[in-house]
Every structure is written in structure tokens, then in C-alpha cells.
């Protein structure tokens, strides 16, 4: 038999030759010996770890397969997989996608391949990244419908798979147990129990490390498909085999010693073995019973010889938050075994028992879900997993790592849970919902403390400490998100709902949350330290009480689920009734504390209101009794007054966190947890109570009864007065809430939604997103009502216009936002709506701001509206109770007192009081009970009224009663308290003939003088008169409460009693009301008199927007409307204070006035309108003083635009204001930014634009780009002709060029350096760094880094060179070659170090560093000055380059320069010049000989060796151009200039048709030779392109031009025929480019307009702006090129001339002689790459792609959007001496800009030099809005505009002036 160390092929045998004597062969008994002794030798635990595992894992592939190879096997078990199940599994960060449309479980997930093969276009879906790991649904049933699975998993595939032959897996079966035992006992012998703390991190992470070959094997196993898993499932769940290997009871040492560790491992975990358990209590939970009290616990742990078990809190309990001693409680309802004793009976619970302890490796972790597509292990592991939920939650809680291990938790758990007929099965097999319930309970336990609410000393009552790691982690959530998930199944919510235990076990629960993190109002001094804890009890509340309740709730929403609601009522009041024993609750709160979280409150509240909505229950009969609705309405009243209180600043020695708590509590995610079941609850009671009591309790717990005086003075003993204001303020905006709130009682659902959306579409504009987060949704998301749904979109479209994405140039990039349709403003703007959802108070300002402009721009009213009124929708029967408040009388007096006092001018009350109080009045108006008949009072009713004030309830008769005198304590030094009490007090104000009956009741009513009014006092009675009721508690209830602060006003001595006269009713003091507010007497009028209609139909649109007079003649018209006594009570007021008048007309005098006022008005408007327009223009000039000639940058830029009547230019400085010209010693310089570029190098000859590729066989090359064909040809010509020529023979900078551009304001040189020094100085400037040079324009703000001398020149000097002088061509040449001797000869001498020198110097020094070395170095010798020439001319002609390109790539708009003011090609062009002239030409080099003279071949003289000159045709003008005129003295005479033109435009012509002459084939060659030569003799044969082409060709083929593959050539030329016309237009377009260069020139040199022209004609109005056009020429249809030309020699001499040198090269190196003529190709503009329309196209490429240097998948991969390589962001895989990729990337590729889009996040990363900014998102959604780091992960599209924003801005090089957010990058990008 062979060892266990036996090379490959003897393994193959020994494996074969058991597989065969196993299946038959003969032997079987002695084979399967020999195989176990194999294996437990091979797979016995080696302590060495990797080789013996190797060898291991070799062993056990040979013998699966049966010594065939390992791959074939592979492929024959994939053969029978029936794949219906994906099953993929994945970790976190893994990219999914979930459809709402098709999922069943809301938390159904696809992988992208599922995804994409399924169809679910148009379906409500997003892509999410996953957080905790996840596995794709793709053909589960009962997670996602059929509809949406994809191709691979549609078919049901199962029946047609075949059967799987016995042999095939015959060995798996004998090998696996053995393997996943081996596994098991690695396992147990890594874990060591640590004597105290937990096994050191390191030790365990080493047998992981050790087992990951292992794990991985099982892994690949599971990929085997569904026949080998049913094979594992097999050994993973057969007890025999467990049992025969793992017991231990053998006579294998090994394994004896392995099964003592697994036991000492189990009791180390606090679990006892049943076997040890002596009262075990095993065989009670099999009979049902759990009787096991507290006590087992001590048995269990003694037994298990650690006393660790119940204590290990207790051992970190020191460390508790604070010094409050934890509490423990002992209840004996709880079933102790679920959360001790676990027993194993198969591998697979071990093996999950391991997991745990191990706390979830996440190879572990995804082996054993890669199992779950095999039915039957599904429903083991969910078994077993519920077995072991109780131990996962305790090392959950010990662990360090608990986030990471949450996240594994879950990613299991949601696989098992979601699943509705698993949780079933589990729920009623294994008790699941006890071991949860149980679980999370004791899981609270550990960190309980004593509640301090109420009675400090004697509560009873335990919280949960929100200080504790448990919370603030929030490492409870695994469990209560299991809870939610499986409580979102109908048949297990049913289960929970009808267990009672459980319903009380759970009320329990949530009584723990009940009253935490109590806030105890700080009166003295500021709280040292804030804590934050708060958040931790809000998510609490959150999560482990309201989304619970959610989901139980959505199963109760119809009539048969009555049953449900009476239990949760039912044992919720139990749980309150003990809450409020255990504070020791009587009838006031405790003052200054408040807490937010009442879960029991809100779980009452909430399932009454389902009862209520949906199942029609009867609501009396699950409300309890007056004393306990009392009792119940006061905690949620305490919060709503300390809100007003926080609001009020009176808690801000608490610190910002009380504040935060307040926001919270009513912020969208919260709220319909939160505020609005409390409001409801708080309806409820106000319904169903006695009103005097509940409002007087309102304002008891506002503080601000004292206020509610008729006195001018008070005294209020708990309020300081600063605070009065705001808390009446409060009072009264709870009260409108209370009363006007339906979303409780009575509105549907869409209304809800409706009225929620209009809410926050009135405080601001929003994006779909926000928006939809701002809806407060149904907190549980397993509820399947999600925002996105049908009924979100078309109520949004129904509310809102969508307001498209905007782009100013320069401004900030806008969303697509949803504005509010004009009639919401209209008819349903409600502000009271608007109160209750916002979080900051300034957003209601912002919705009356916006409501006030909508009334302004519609012309529905001009001045400053009050929020309107809105009607509300009709209550639910079952509430109706509610708007008895708005008819009692203690209202009555309130509202009454008020209107009094701000109609004496009170202090401490505001426009916002009144504005409630009317409301208050209007709502009882609305509301009013059956109209009263009216004359019919009967008498009875009176003589039953007691009460001074108010005869009855009804507001409609209690406005018009009058109240005469009022008898009021004040305070001694009151002005009221000299006045005599009148003799009669009556208390009519109507004549007493009308109604004598109440002359009699008056007489009783203490003569009718109202009494001292005291809520309170009032309060004490009703309460006292409810518990006498319920005498059988009074005994124990009625302790009066001695505390003095509370006691009734009138206790203080120093008040004395006043009586006052009054004489108003509520009717009166509204009219009085309406003058003041108008400010005139006599205003109000009543509109019945003119139009009797108004009364019958009193909804009038006159009425539903204004201010407060608006408000009062609304109400007024009502109460008249309401009863015909008002009416006439209001007549007569009216005619009391004056007679009726009709209507007169306005007299002239008046209408003076009133025109004056109305003048004045409008100036004041205009005023208005004028600043604003100012603002608007100065903000919009320092965006966009870029790239707008606006008006205010003209300030003094008068930079010498040839104006003819200035002698000098005169500049201003903008640091030190003065101007003047620029002089020597004191140089002008102006603002510069200089940048280097690539953007002309990225042109491409190609004119359909690059796509970024999206798949591997787009790839692009940079092989056609313009910057890669000037490279090519520059080291060709270097390699055949002389270096110093080759420099001078083109033009670089296409890559790295210097860009130098500027704002247009100059500054003294010396201004600036002190500039500088002060910002180097003022540390707190970011965003640019000083020591580079960068500053701010200290005038516009514009981003720059150097300044450019200004030279000292004279306009006028300018004009004079202009003039047309006659000298002859010849002259003119000789005069420019004597000037090019002159060299270093300047106006300035050099030798004199001027400033304006040294500057020059400096500037050009900055110029140099702007760019890259490996920009400026082309010469072969390092260092040569022919580099720095090449690259001086190169810095002018990439400005003049990309003058052109910002302008379209042609000439045809013409006019100023786009620069305008702005271009600093003057001042560039004589630093460049003053530079180059340090430079001599050797004369015997100078082209310009070459160009004008015919010179004796000097090349027969030159020595072999030297290398030639670089021939003239191969020659690049331009740059010679550049060359010529800057060797020139400056300034230039206009007349040199064209003559430089002139000359050149010969030599580019010549080129022009060579270039021809190799293009066409080679009978078109002779053909045109002929046929020109003909024409060489006529007088104009130098003129004449046919004659010049032919000469030129016959020239160049003396050499050996046109011999060399002439056959291929043909090839490459179509075989178009070439017409005259067609070699015309060839010669323009190859000229084209050198003339609109050379006009630009023109332009900045000597000013002078460019002239506009149709692209046609492009070429004829440029030769002729460059005087090239002879004067004689007329007629445009005879225009030829070639009339342009002026030779300054004969022609064809000097063609020969040029030609020869070709010919020459020709002879040597006949293959190059094509390649180096100059082409001009076509080049394009420059572009981005361009998008695909969906952004998915570039996401799914590229997030999965794998970086080409490092060859990983780069964890931020980013993508150049200039030239698409693929890059990793921030990647430290592929930095390169400290720099990272993208920088990397933007210096090669873009010369130090970069422009990246991030493919994670789909964002666009601007970095330049040395900083970088985020520029936002290209890709927008449905709704135009950006999806940042794709949190929504929505389908985004290509927002073509942004796109061009970006080009724009990439090739105008304005990204440092547009974009405001810069930081520094550290090359960390």
C-alpha cells in the first residue's frame, strides 16, 4: 500500500485500484480498511500546516476521482447539475442589482449577470453595492417572481437532468466524512479557551489562514453543481457518521483529545452539554411546559465548572457608561433552556458551531451558503442556525469585531429568513419566535439601568442605557433585523399575534426602550460634556420597537384581523399600567426632564389607529378608562412643550445635542414613528376627555397661564418673561395642529402622501431623491409600500412641474428639480403641514417667502400675506369628539383675553399669536355644531349658567356675548389698580328690549363681573372630580401635591385684585382689530351691504390669500354666514363707531395722495429692482470674468487697441490704483496664467469622434493624433539631417506647450512682489500655493501665477509704421536681412540691467518651468541653445494655435480677437523676441537667404560625414515664419512683415504642389507635365500653378522621387480623377492653415479688425487681409491661388533650387524622401472621447476590469476621458517614485491637467498640477439629478450639455477660473 508521502502517479493508481475493488471488484470489506487507515493517516492534523495540507488536498482529489484526472471528473458531476438556483454568493462591495417589480421578499437580490439575461426593462430596479455579502435569488420561487429570472434559470430543468451513476460519486461518499472531520478537528485543536479574556486574535486567525486550502476545496466542491452538493448534504447531516467519528468513544487517541477540547470549548461558551445538566430542563420544553425558574441557571453554571456563564457582563460592568449600577433582572418567564444547552448530533451543527467561535470567517461563510441551493441541506442549516441563535447573539456581543461579524450574521440569516415557507417551517418546528423574542431580551439585559423619569428614588422601572457599546454600535441589529425579516411573512406575524406569552414577553421588550436617555434641563450651568448618545437611542427606537411594530401592523389591515389588535391593545395597556406603577406616575410630570422615546405610547396610538382605518373596530371599546387616558396624555404633552421650550433657547445649557434630539424627532425618518403617532394619541385623549381640563392642561404645560391675563402686568412664577413670547407662540401653533392634523383621523392614504409632498415641495425646490427621502415613508422597507411606487410618480406629476437641469458657463451646475404647480400655491399650500414637518425652523420662512412671491407674480396680492387657512378633510366619525376643545369656554376666555391684549398692545405678543388665535376662531367656525335657533334662546339654559364669562359652549354665540368688567389680580404697581369699580355692572351690550329674559340671570351672576380666571385651579377640580369617580383608587391617588411652584397664581402675596373695564365681545374686538391693522378708522365694511350673494355662497377666492385683515373679514363673513344674530350684531358695531355710508367717490385731493403713495411705492420698487439687478451683475462678472466682455472689465485695459489718439499706452495698477504708462524702471505687467497643454497635441485626422471603449476589442491607439505625427517627424528628420536645422525645421509644444492667457488687469511688478509677500504672510489662504507663485487676481479674483511685462512701446509709433511706402520687393528683402544682422541691437541695451529686462528674464524663466524637461529637450546635445530657440517660437505658435481652435479651428467669424481685452499675444510676442535675439543665426544658415537668393550648391563642397541641412521643402512655414519675425528688432514695420509673408507664401506653395505631385498617380503626373510645360513661356507662366506643377514635377524626377514602389503607392491613392478645380481646392486647403496663423499674427502685432467671410471663401479674404492679393485683381471667378504669388527671383530657378536638395536626399534615402513632405492632413478640433448613452455600458466594463500594470482589479478604477487608458485611483499598486497613477497619468498625457471619471462613483476628477477638484457628474438619472458615488445606483444617461461644459472648459483651459473647490492633491491620486 502506498505511504502517505506517495508521488502524483502512485497516488493515481492506489486511488483506482480502491475505487474498482469498492464497486464490486472483490475485496470490498478489506479495500474500505485500507481506505480508512489511508485517510486518517493522510488527513490526520499535521502540526506543519501548508505542505501536509497540500499533500492532504492531493489525496483527496485522487481518491474522489478515482485516480482519473481531476478536471475530467470536474466536468462529469457539472453534467448532472439540474441548475435551477443561481445561488451565487458574493462578499461586501460586490455589485447587484434588486428588482422592486419582480421581487416577492423586498430584500430579493440578482447578480449582473441574472440581472442583465433577465428582462426587466422599464421595471422599478436599482444597483446597489452590497454591504454585508449577499446571493443572487435568480429562479427561487418564493423570493422573486418567475417573470424576472433570466435565461440560464427559467427553464425548470430538473426532470430532463439524468440520473447520476452510482459509481460517480461512490467514492465522495466514503471520502468526505473523513475530510470534513479532519476539518472539524483542525478546528477544535486551534481554539484554546483563554483563561479570561478571548483567544488572542492572532492564534485564531492562524488556523484560518492554515484552513483556507481546505475551505476553498469544499467550496470548489459546492461549484460542482447539485449532484455533488446532495453528496455533501448527505455527510453533512447524517448523524451515524457523526456519531462514529466524532464521539471520541474509539480507540484513536487523536480523536479522544480533540472531542475533550469540543467539550471544554461548549462549557466555555456558558453552554452545558444536557447530559450535565442535573435539573435539566430538556424534558419540560419537550412536554411545553418552561417552568425553569432563574435557579437552573445557577445549577448550570456551577456544573460547568466556570462561573462565567450568566456573569461574564457583570465582569465589564465596571466600565459602564457613568456610575449608575447595571440592573439585572430575574424573570422567571423565560425559557432558560433556549439559552443554554446546545447538543450536536451531525457535522454540519458542528461545524456552525465553529463559525461562531471563530466569529464567521468569511470563507466559512460563504461555503456554507454556496450549500443553500440544495433543498434539503436548506432546511437543515436553517435549523440548525435557530439551534444556535442564542449563542451567536452571546459571542456576538463579546466580540471586538463586532461590525464585520454583524454583517457575516446577516449575510447568512437573510438567505434563510427571507424565504416565507422556510421561516414557517422553522417558526413552527423550532419555536423561532420564542428563541428571538428570548434572544433579543436577554441581549438587552446586559446593559439595563434604573430610570430616573418621575421618582427618582423609588422607580422601579429599568431602561436601557443608551451609553453602552450594545447601543451606541448598534450591534443589536443582526437580531432585530432577523425579527423584522421574519415578522414581514404573514403566517409568522399571525403566529406572533396570537402567541400571548410572546405578545407580553415582546411588551416587555419594548418597555425597556420606554423613557431612555432622559434630558434633564440644566438651570445653572453649561453641561461639561455633550454627549451624543442620543442618536444611539433614536436608532434604538427606531429599529428595535417602531419597525417591528410596522411590520406587524401591515398584517392587520383588514376586518378579520380584529382578534390581532385587541391582543397588542390589550397587553400594551397592561405594560403601560405597569410602567406607570413602576415611576410612581400620579398626575403631574416631574418638571425640567423630558424623554423622546415612548415605544408604548406609540404601539397604543398606532394599532388604535389601525383599528380605527382599517378594521372598522369599535374605538370606545379598546380605550380605557378617563383616569388612565389622563395618565396617557401627559408624557406625549411634555414632549410637545419641551419642543417649544428647546425652540425657545431656555434648554441651551443642554448643549447642541438637545436640539439635534428635537430635530430628529420630527425629521422624515422618524416622524411617523415619532411626532405623529404622540399627536394622534394626544387627539385621542382631547377627544374622549373633558375639554376645560385637557386645554387648561395645555397651557399649565407651556407655562403660560399666568400670561393669559387681562392685566397689562403679570407675574409668572416659571417662566422668564424673554421666553413668554415664543411659548404662547407654542401653545397656540400645538393647538392648530392638534385640532387641524386628519393624517390620523380620516385622510387616505394618497391624500397623506399628497399633502406630505406638497409640504416639502412648498419649503424648496427638490430633487426626485430628496424628495423621496423626505416622504416619510412606512419605516419598515419589508412593507412592500415603497416611495417609488405608481402612486409616487403620479402624485408627484400630479403636484409638481419638473424644472429640466440648467447650465450657465461658469456657473454651478444645476439639478433637474420639481417645483410646485401654481394652483398648490393656489388651493392647497398648507402651512400648518409645513410646521409640522420641518426640521429647521427657517424653512417655514422659506415656504412663506416662496407662497409670498407666487401671490406677488400671479397678482393675487402684492404686500406680505399671512399663511392662508386651509379646509380641512372631514374627521372620522370615531374622532368627532376632538373639536369639542374648539367650543369650550375656557377656549373661549384665551382667545378672548388675547385679542384683547394685542388689541391694547400688550407686551410679549406677536403677529404670529394673532395669526393663531384667528385660525383657532376660524377652525371652531368651520366646525361649528347644528346652526343655533337663533332668536328661539330658550330660558332654561340660562338659568343653568354659572359661569361669568361665556353664556354657553358655542363659539357662534359666545362671539357676540359682551363682557363688561373682569375682575384681575395684578401685581400692586399696576395702572389698573387706581380705578374705582363702576356702581352697575351689566354685562349686555345689546339693549336690554331686545332680550329681557337675561335680566334675571344677571342678577345672580355676581353682578356680572367675570371672576379672576385661573386655569389651573380649574384643572384640579375636573381631575379631582375623575379619580373621586374611581373611588376605588382615589384612596391611594388623592395626595395633594404641596410643591410650591406649581401652585395656582394667586398665591403670591403681593397681587391685589382689580376691576377692569371691558365692554367688548369677540365680534367687537375683531373690527376693532381689522382698523388697527389697517391703520385707519372705520375700515371694515361689511361686504353683505353692497352684495347680498356673499352670505349664500361665502367661499369666495377675494378671501383665500392676504394678510390680517384679509384673515379677519374672512371670519367676520362667516360668523355673519353662521347666524343672522352675529350678522346683526356686527351691523350695528359697525354703525356705532360710524353711520353707514354708501361707497363715496374718491375726491381729487385724496387721489393725490394716494397717486403720491402710489408713486412713491413704485420708485421705491425700482430702487429695489435696480440694487438687485447691481448684485446680480457683480456676482455674475467675478463668475464669468472669463469668458464675458462685461462692462466693469474694462476698467483701464486699454491695452494700445490701436488707437491712434493715445501717445502713449497708459496702464492701471490694480493694487495701488494708480496709472500710467509703462516705463523702464517701474514695468506695468499684467496678470498671466500660464499652464502648460496638451489639448493641440489630442487633435486627430480623423472626423468621426473616438469612442471610450466599452468592450476589449475597442482599444484606442494615440498613433493618430497630432502630437504622435510631429514626433514621428521630428526624429525622422534627426535622424538623416543636421540637429540645429532639424530645430528649426518644425514646431513643437503640441504637447506640453505653454498656454499663457490672462484676465486683462495689470499691476506694478513691484506691487505684485509685495502682493505676494503679503499672501505668504496670511496663512489662512488655501487652495493655491504662494511658494509656486500662484495668487489671485487681487481685482477679479482670477486664478494666475505669473505676471507678463508690459514693453514700453508707443501707439502712435505704431500707426506710423502702418503707412504705405513703395519701396520695391527687392529693397524690402535686402532692408530685412540687414535688420536680421542687427542682432542684440534694441531700443533697451542690454548691458544696462534694466527692471524691465531682469522681468523679462524672470517671466521667461517661469515660461520655461511651466512645462515638463522632457517638453523642451529635443536636441540630441542636452542643453544646446537651439533648445531653447525651438521652444521660444513654439510658445507663440501653440498661443496662436490655440487662438484658433477656441475660435473653431478657422477664421470665418473673424473680428477682434475672442480674447478681445484680454490677449496677452503683444506682450508674450516681445518677451519671446527680446529672448530670441540673444540667439544668432549664423548668416550662412539663415533661411531667409535660401528663400530669397540663389545660392551655387554648397553641398558639393561638404564633407560626407556631416550631416545635411534640413531641405527647405521639408521645411514647416510656419515656424519659419515665427522665426523671421521674431529675430527682427521690435517693432516690426508692416511692410517687412508682408514681405516675410510674401516670401514665404512662395516656398509654402512649392510645398503645396510637391505634395500634389506625389498624391496623384503616376500617368496624372505626366500628363500634367505636359500640359503645364506649354504654359511656362507665357508672360504670367510664374502665376499660373499648371505651369509651376509641372515644373516641379519634372524637377523632382531627376531624382529618384518617383521610382521607388510606385506599385503600391498606386494602391494608396484613389483612382479619382483629379480635375483642375479639385487641385485648386487641394492648394487652398494645404495653405489655408499658414494664412490664418499668419492673419493672427498680423492681428496682435498690428492691431486691426479680422474681416468675417463664408467658410468658401475663406482663403481669398485671407490673402487679401495679408496684402498678398494683387491690387488689380477684381473678379473672384478667375481667382486662382497661384495669383497670389510674387517671386522675389525668377520661379522656376528657384524651384530647381529647392527641388535639387530633395533630389539630392532622394539619391541616398530614397524610401524616406514621400514620408518627410510636408502632409498637411486635416486636423480636428480637439474632443473627448465620446460617452455611451448609458452610464451601465462604462460601469460593467470597467469596475470588474483588471489594471494593465498591476494586473489587479483596482479598488477605485478611474478612466481618462482624453485618451481612454484605464487607471487606478489613489492605487498605491502602480505608484512610481511617490507619484500615483492619475497624477502619473495627467502629467504624461495631458501636461499636468487631467480630466478622470471615476467609474465607482461616476464622477469627474479635474486634477491640474498640484491640485485637483471634484467636477461633478455628466451622467444624470430620469430626474436630472447627478447619483454620486451611484448610492441610488438608478439607470444614468449622458447629459450631452454637461459634457460639452467640460470639453469646453478642457479646451479653453479655463478650469482653474470656473471651478471654485481646489485642494491639493500630495501626487496621492
Known sequence: MAGAGASGREKRATAARLKAALSGGGGESGAAAELQALLERALAPAPGGGEAAAEALEWCRCLLSGGEPWEGFVQAVRAYDPATLCGLVWTANFVAYRCRTCGISPCMSLCAECFHQGEHAGHDYNMFRSQAGGACDCGDGNVMREAGFCKRHRMKSSSNVPCVPKDLLMMSELVLPQFIFSLIQYLREGYNEPALDLPSEKDLHRILQMLEPHVSFLEDLTKMGGAMRSVLTQVLTNQQFYKDLSSGVGENACAKKSHEKYLIALKGSGLAFPEDKLACGMQEQASGTSTLAIQGLAGATTTSGQGESSDEEDQDGSQGVGKRKRVKLSSSTKDQSIMDVLKHKCFLEELLFWTIKYEFPQKMVTFLLNMLPDQDYKIAFTKTFVQHYAFIMKTLKKSHESDTMSNRIVHISVQLFSNEELARQVTEECQLLDIMVTVLLYMMESCLIKSELQDEENSLHVVVNCGEALLKNNTYWPLVSDFINILSHQSVAKKFLEDHSLLVTWMNFVSFFQGMNLNKRELNEHVEFESQTYYAAFAAELEACAQPMWGLLSHCKVRETQEYTRNVVRYCLEALQDWFDAINFVDEPAPNQVTFHLPLHRYYAMFLSKAVKCQELDLDSILPDQEMLMKLMIHPLQIQASLSEIHSNMWVRNGLQIKGQAMTYVQSHFCNSMIDPDIYLLQVCASRLDPDYFISSVFERFKVVDLLTMASQHQNTVLDSEHERSMLEGALTFLVILLSLRVHLGMTDDEILRAEMVAQLCMNDRTHSSLLDLIPENPNPKSGIVPGSLSFESMLSAVADFKAPVFEPGGSMQQGMYTPKADIWDKEFDPVMVILRTVYRRDVQSAMDRYTAFLKQSGKFPGNPWPPYKKRTPLHPSYKGLMKLLHCKTLHIVLFTLLYKILMDHQNLSEHVLCMVLYLIELGLEDSPEQESDEEDSVGEHERCHDSWFPDNNLVSNMRHFINYVRVRVPETAPEVKREPPASTSSDGLASSQSPRRSKSLQRENSGTAQVFSLVAERRKKFQEIINRNSSEASQVVRPKTSMKWSAPGATPQLTTAILEIKESILSLLIKLHHKLSGKQNSYYPPWFDDMEVLIQPEIPKYSHGDGMTAVERILLKAAVQSRLNKRIIEEICRKVTPPVPPKKISPA??????????????????????????????????????????????????????????????????????????????????????????????????????????????????????????????????????????????????????????????????????????????????????????????????????????????????????????????????????????????????????LSKEMESVMKDIKSTTQKKYTDYSKTPGSPDNDFLFMYSVARTNLELELVHRGGNLCLGGASTAGKRSCLNQLF????????????????????????????????????????????????????????????????????????????????????????????????????????????????????????????????????????????????????????????????????????????QHHL??????????????????????????????????????????????????????????????????????????????????????????????????????????KVPKDPAVCLVCGTFVCLKGLCCKQQSYCECVLHSQNCGAGTGIFLLINASVIIIIRGHRFCLWGSVYLDAHGEEDRDLRRGKPLYICKERYKVLEQQWVSHTFDHINKRWGPHYNGL
Open 1150 to 1395: 385724496e387721489k393725490k395722495t394716494l397717486d403720491k403713495e402710489e408713486r412713491r411705492q413704485k420708485a421705491r420698487e425700482r430702487q429695489q429692482k435696480l440694487l438687485a439687478e447691481f448684485a446680480s451683475r457683480q456676482k455674475s462678472f467675478m463668475e464669468t470674468a472669463m469668458d464675458v466682455e462685461s462692462p466693469d472689465a474694462d476698467i483701464a485695459m486699454e491695452i494700445a487697441t490701436s488707437e491712434q489718439h493715445v501717445s502713449e499706452a497708459v496702464y492701471d495698477c490694480v493694487i495701488c490704483g494708480q496709472s500710467g504708462p509703462s516705463t523702464e524702471d517701474r514695468p506695468t505687467g499684467l496678470v498671466v496664467l500660464l499652464q502648460a497643454s496638451s489639448v493641440l497635441g489630442q487633435c486627430r485626422n480623423s472626423t468621426e469622434p473616438k469612442k471610450l471603449p466599452t468592450s476589449e476589442e475597442e482599444q484606442i491607439y494615440p498613433s493618430d493624433t497630432c502630437a504622435a505625427v510631429h514626433d514621428v517627424r521630428l526624429t525622422t528628420l534627426q535622424r538623416y539631417f543636421k540637429d540645429s536645422s532639424c530645430l528649426q525645421a518644425v514646431s513643437i509644444g503640441w504637447e506640453g506647450g505653454v498656454y499663457v492667457q490672462t484676465c486683462g488687469h495689470t499691476l506694478h511688478i513691484d506691487c505684485h512682489k509685495s502682493y505676494m509677500e503679503s499672501l505668504r504672510n496670511d496663512q489662512v489662504l488655501q487652495g493655491f500655493s504662494v511658494d509656486k507663485g500662484e495668487f489671485t487676481c487681487p481685482l477679479c479674483r482670477q486664478f494666475a501665477n505669473s505676471v507678463l511685462p508690459c514693453y514700453p512701446g508707443n501707439s502712435v509709433e505704431r500707426s506710423l509704421l502702418q503707412c504705405h511706402s513703395n519701396k520695391s520687393m527687392q529693397d524690402l528683402i535686402k532692408e530685412v536681412e540687414e535688420l536680421q544682422e542687427q542682432l542684440g541691437t534694441f531700443p533697451v541695451s542690454i548691458s544696462s540691467e534694466t527692471n
Open 1646 to 1751: 498690428f492691431g486691426g479688425d479680422l474681416p468675417s467671410c463664408q467658410e468658401d471663401e475663406e482663403f481669398t479674404v485671407l490673402t487679401n487681409c495679408l496684402g498678398l492679393l494683387p491690387s488689380s485683381f477684381q473678379s473672384p471667378h478667375q481667382f486662382t491661388s497661384a495669383s497670389c504669388l510674387e517671386w522675389p527671383v525668377p520661379a522656376f530657378n528657384m524651384i530647381s533650387q529647392w527641388c535639387l536638395e530633395l533630389a539630392s536626399f532622394a539619391d541616398r534615402h530614397a524610401e524616406q524622401v514621400k514620408v518627410l513632405l510636408i502632409q498637411e492632413p486635416k486636423w480636428d478640433l480637439p474632443c473627448l472621447l465620446q460617452l455611451p448613452e448609458n452610464y451601465n455600458t462604462i460601469f460593467q466594463y470597467y469596475h470588474r476590469k483588471t489594471c494593465t500594470v498591476c494586473t
Open 1470 to 1641: 516681445h518677451v519671446l523676441a527680446m529672448h530670441m535675439r540673444l540667439y544668432s543665426i549664423d548668416s550662412a544658415y539663415n533661411p531667409w537667404r535660401k528663400l530669397t537668393q540663389l545660392m551655387q550648391d554648397r553641398n558639393s563642397q561638404m564633407s560626407s560625414e556631416e550631416l545635411p541641412e534640413v531641405p527647405v521643402l521639408y521645411r514647416d512655414v510656419s515656424s519659419l515664419l515665427l522665426i523671421q519675425i521674431l529675430t527682427m528688432p521690435q517693432p516690426l514695420c508692416k511692410e517687412h512683415f508682408t514681405c516675410i509673408v510674401k516670401v514665404l507664401f512662395t516656398l509654402l506653395y512649392t510645398q503645396a504642389l510637391a505634395a500634389f505631385s506625389v498624391k496623384c498617380s503616376a500617368e496624372d503626373r505626366v500628363a500634367w507635365k505636359n500640359s503645364g510645360a506649354l504654359k511656362k513661356n507665357t508672360s504670367n507662366g510664374e502665376k499660373s500653378w499648371e505651369a509651376l506643377l509641372s515644373h516641379v514635377i519634372s524637377e523632382l524626377s531627376k531624382g529618384k522621387m518617383f521610382e521607388e514602389g510606385e506599385t503600391e503607392e498606386l494602391a494608396m491613392v484613389s483612382s479619382s480623377v483629379w480635375s483642375p478645380e479639385s487641385i485648386e481646392c487641394y492648394l487652398q486647403q494645404f495653405c489655408l492653415p499658414f494664412l490664418r496663423i499668419t492673419c493672427l499674427l
